[in-house]
């Protein structure tokens, strides 16, 4: 696709149920990020793929979060037994390369409420 | 660690004013690179600029300009003669390397409301 699409755009969920949120990067970009966006608050660090290799999972806030990514393309992010304070708008973004003058590229976000 | 500061948090003017939002950063890396984005009320983040810490040239794109300052690390983005459509929020980001490679460190937003 032309950019980075995630799905769903909305979600409403229970506390206590599990949710998966999907990206899928731009087509041939190798790193793959995942942000938190709490009402009104700036981008929370969840975790990062470079390719294939070991994601840095260090953002994610605890071991209810939990993200892959298969064949170095689509990602997954999933929130086990998810609480309130989950509820926020969480954000996918991929770029080219690891180079550190590469920019990333943002999807539409998947709105999370807890109720 | 690399921090990035954006000391404003909502700035206000009216249509026609010339505005800066700045931004302050962090790093012991001396090759780095620095980003502003912007996120309109639709939510979607868009890049606008990225500029690295050897060029500290000023660079302008019609209404958009930008002042990179190494002496005090700052990064700060002039909207001249504002519009209604530049109301957003505007982030400010650093990049960084670790073990694991690129990451960006994002500064909280400056909110800027532009009003006929």
């Known amino acids: 696709g032309a950019g980075v699409s995630q799905s769903p755009s909305n979600k409403v969920t229970e506390k206590g149920k599990d949710v998966e949120l999907r990206c899928d990067p731009i087509s041939g970009h190798t790193a793959l990020y995942w942000y938190r966006q709490s009402l009104g608050q700036g981008l929370e660090f969840l975790i990062y793929?470079?390719?294939?290799?070991?994601?840095?999972k260090s953002g994610l806030p605890s071991d209810r979060f939990s993200a892959e990514r298969t064949g170095g393309s689509v990602s997954t992010l999933t929130i086990q037994r998810t609480q309130q304070e989950d509820s926020a708008v969480y954000l996918c973004a991929s770029s080219l390369s690891t180079g550190m003058n590469t920019e990333a590229f943002f999807g539409q976000g998947t709105r999370l409420t807890v109720v | 660690a690399q921090k990035v500061t954006q000391a404003q948090t909502e700035i206000s003017v009216v249509e026609k004013e010339d505005v800066t939002l700045d931004c302050v950063y962090e790093t012991r890396d001396t090759t780095y690179y620095l980003f502003w984005y912007k996120q309109p009320p639709s939510g979607e983040l868009v890049f606008l600029i990225r500029r690295n810490s050897f060029d500290e040239q000023n660079e302008i794109s019609g209404r958009y300009s930008w002042n990179f300052q190494k002496s005090t690390s700052s990064f700060n983005f002039t909207i001249t003669a504002s519009q209604v459509v530049d109301s957003a929020v505007y982030f400010c980001?650093?990049?960084?390397?670790?073990?694991?490679?690129?990451?960006?460190?994002f500064g909280p937003g400056t909110r800027l409301s532009v009003l006929p």
């Open positions: 793929f470079q390719g294939n290799s070991a994601p840095d």
């Open positions: 980001a650093l990049s960084e390397v670790n073990n694991y490679g690129q990451n960006f460190v």
